[in-house]
């Protein structure tokens, strides 16, 4: 029988954990201070993940930590270390992104449980197969994936985890370069400026075109799925994950809640929707308008929020007039003092808050729908006559959930049961609703009572208390004479067992411990010291030169094993073809050492071109590295020369040539089947000091541009071999 699916919750910090495990989920996943790609989240630090981990282990919720960041050569030991810490802390599983780190972890703490995140760039069935191959326990698919390729991958027996709400990239995870290209701050490495929030317009190189649609041409709506949780539960979907690890608390409460309430009616068949007034605290609480992506084929209107890329709130109201720092606002909708607001103007919206809600010439707490307040308002631009006034945070219903989540504990179902007998100690036993079993005994001998004895109705108040521990108590008697026992050593014996079952609780895997690294790669093969891919058809191949052809980045394909051979290699589905002399390209994201040993390894695999993320001096620390653990030289290559993909993008309509941003940089536009590829606007340039071979990528380059950047590259690598 098929296990129940899992509700996965985000827990950015101790308060968003607590509202998690209260409002109903099955797991929660989180970062720690370091390695995590959600670097501006609260995070855990060491001591407060321990409390973490027990917290919910106690309360049967699992705790998965998120290392999902590339990792260079330098900082790989002090990941491990970090690794070895979560191990012994009993978490339950890592998310991981670098091939080196799982490759690592794999070896030396076999027994660890490893999710490959979306940041791994898993969407399609024949990559589900290889990292269940490699040893991974769950893949978290591209939000990409459709509901068809879904199942293809439910199909190959690795859990597969998709995403069910929240904020969507409008590129591949983990293909994403433009925030490192232009700001210098790596998605891959936690710190995404969120360029494709930013305005772009599409141009034809020269002129750019306004849409009418809006001027955030690659700016999503936010992901929501709720009232197709039966068909992906239908489609052996095992983990339903809730973005959000940079949302307060009551947005992770609510949001939870309302996932666990859908997923408890499927399973006892009753069928679910979401309320209309429970759609409209979501919408309060944060939205950028709603979709189902590309999970249920949402069109690009119904996906993207070309208007704004921010939070939306909910209407309510329209704004008569402007005079000397106020507005005068109709409501349609309840407004409470200190409510966020927004009034939709141009260039920008107009931000305030309900500081001082006028009414009537009197100041008021709080106004309904068909009052007319004026409100206090100093930012510019200055509203105009019938504009919409919005609400973005509503003070009334973030009480509402606060007071919600406090009353709210979850509890674990024990029995007790009592055996007291003269000349015997008190003796107390605990099965919870897992089967865990405990037992304690008092520290003194029960004496026959010479007056009252404790009654089965004291000791059932007495056993029944639980303090801090959540637990809920039933008592059974299986023996009880007229003996004389004090109270207070009665709830010390009683606190005792509770606390020798929540130790049992918290720790939940038996593990056998850290296993020594041992690994001997292949030794690679250099055929041709600079290799190329480019649009155009060449002839170019002689010795020390040669084009490759390049798989598709984005290959929903199903699990049918081909022959591949002569190729650059673009994601993990690849690696589990019947290869023969091919190269990984780019986009696994190769940063260290132990990656390009695992990588390289495959079967069919002579080389590897590293991340174009990576410094000089970090792709010395690699090669060094590889040459010292392994003593071999490191068939790797390095870009010198391309316009790098930025982002890759399925189902994008445009079909201008370029993207314009508003520093007027222009990003190219090209086609890869269905997937739109923006390319940098100027292209990378970098000497090769240090791999045995160079690359480079031309695009959009003309025949005779072509043919001296090969030129170039050429005398560069010729001077070298």
């Given at each position: 029988m098929r296990k129940k699916i899992e509700l996965l919750s985000p827990a950015g910090n101790m308060d968003a954990l607590h509202a998690a495990v209260a409002a109903g989920c099955d797991a929660v996943y989180l970062g720690c201070t370091s390695f995590s790609a959600r670097a501006f989240a609260g995070n855990f630090n060491h001591e407060e993940l321990l409390e973490a981990v027990r917290f919910c282990h106690i309360r049967n919720v699992k705790v998965y930590v998120t290392m999902n960041t590339l990792l260079y050569e330098a900082e790989m030991d002090a990941a491990m270390k970090e690794v070895g810490f979560l191990y012994e802390a009993d978490v339950d599983a890592l998310l991981i992104q670098d091939y080196g780190l799982f490759h690592r972890i794999r070896l030396e703490y076999p027994d660890f449980e490893l999710h490959c995140s979306t940041q791994m760039h898993i969407h399609n069935a024949a990559g589900c197969q290889f990292m269940k191959e490699q040893g991974a326990?769950?893949?978290?698919?591209?939000?990409?994936?459709?509901?068809?390729?879904?199942?293809?991958?439910?199909?190959?027996g690795i859990e597969i985890e998709v995403f069910a709400y929240g904020a969507l990239c409008v590129g591949y995870s983990g293909q994403c370069l433009m925030s490192s290209s232009v700001k210098n701050r790596s998605g891959n490495r936690g710190v995404c400026a969120q360029m494709c929030r930013l305005r772009f317009y599409p141009s034809d190189g020269h002129s750019r075109f306004d849409s009418p649609a809006g001027e955030y041409a690659l700016a999503m709506k936010d992901l929501n799925v709720i009232d197709r949780i039966p068909e992906l539960i239908e489609a052996g979907v095992s983990s339903l994950k809730i973005e959000g690890r940079m949302k307060k608390s009551e947005y992770v409460y609510l949001v939870t809640k309302t996932f666990r309430e859908a997923i408890d009616a499927y399973y006892s068949g009753r069928l679910y929707q979401v309320s209309e007034q429970r759609l409209h605290m979501l919408e309060r609480l944060f939205n950028r308008g709603f979709t189902e992506g590309y999970l249920f084929h949402a069109d690009f209107a119904q996906r993207m929020t070309m208007d704004r890329p921010n939070h939306r709130g909910v209407e309510i109201g329209k704004v008569l007039r402007y005079k000397d720092g106020k507005v005068l606002v109709r409501l349609s909708d309840h407004l409470s003092q200190h409510d966020g607001l927004r009034i939709l103007n141009r260039p920008v919206d107009t931000g305030l808050t309900a500081v001082k809600i006028e009414k009537k010439g009197k100041l008021v707490n709080a106004a309904e729908a068909g009052d007319e307040v004026w409100l206090e308002c100093h930012s510019?631009?200055?509203?105009?006559?019938?504009?919409p006034l919005l609400k973005t945070s509503d003070t009334s219903l973030l009480k509402q959930l606060q007071k919600e989540m406090e009353e709210h504990e979850r509890l674990i179902s024990v029995q007790i049961s009592c055996r007291a007998l003269i000349g015997e100690p008190l003796c107390l036993e605990a099965v919870d609703e897992e089967g865990f079993h405990v037992s304690a005994q008092s520290r003194i001998i029960l004496q026959k009572a010479d007056k009252a004895p404790i009654g089965k109705e004291r000791m059932t108040k007495a056993l029944s208390k639980t303090g801090e521990e959540p637990y809920r108590v039933s008592v059974l008697f299986e023996e009880l004479q007229e003996v004389f026992l004090p109270v207070n050593e009665?709830?010390?014996?009683?606190?005792?067992l509770l606390k020798l079952l929540s130790e049992k609780r918290a720790s939940r895997h038996e593990r056998k411990g850290h296993q020594t690294y041992v690994f001997s790669p292949r030794e690679g093969i250099m055929e041709y010291p600079l290799i190329y891919t480019e649009e155009k058809d060449s002839a170019d191949d002689d010795t020390h030169f040669r084009k490759f052809v390049k798989l598709p980045v984005v290959s929903e394909n199903e699990c049918d094993r081909i022959f591949i051979g002569r190729s650059i290699l673009s994601n993990a589905g690849d690696l589990w073809m019947n290869l023969d002399h091919c190269i990984a390209g780019m986009t696994f994201n190769i940063t260290n050492s132990w990656a390009l040993a695992f990588i390289q390894s495959q079967p069919g695999m002579d080389a590897v071109i590293l991340s174009s993320e990576c410094s000089e001096e970090q792709i010395a620390a690699i090669l060094d590295g590889y040459?010292?653990?392994?003593?071999?030289e490191a068939p790797a290559y390095q870009l010198v020369y391309g316009r790098r993909p930025m982002m890759f993008i399925k189902d994008y309509p445009y079909e201008m040539p370029y993207l314009e941003d508003l520093e007027q940089r222009m990003y190219p536009l090209i086609k890869e089947g269905s997937t739109t590829v923006i390319l940098e606007p100027e292209p990378y340039r970098r000497a090769n000091r240090y791999c045995r071979g160079s690359y480079l990528i031309l695009t959009i380059e003309g025949d005779r541009e072509s043919e001296a950047i090969k030129e170039e590259a050429y005398e560069e690598i010729f001077r070298r071999i």
């Open positions: 326990s769950r893949a978290v698919l591209a939000r990409e994936t459709s509901i068809e390729t879904v199942r293809q991958c439910c199909k190959t510019k631009p200055v509203p105009k006559p019938g504009q009665l709830n010390e014996t009683r606190r005792q040459r010292n653990r392994y003593g071999l």
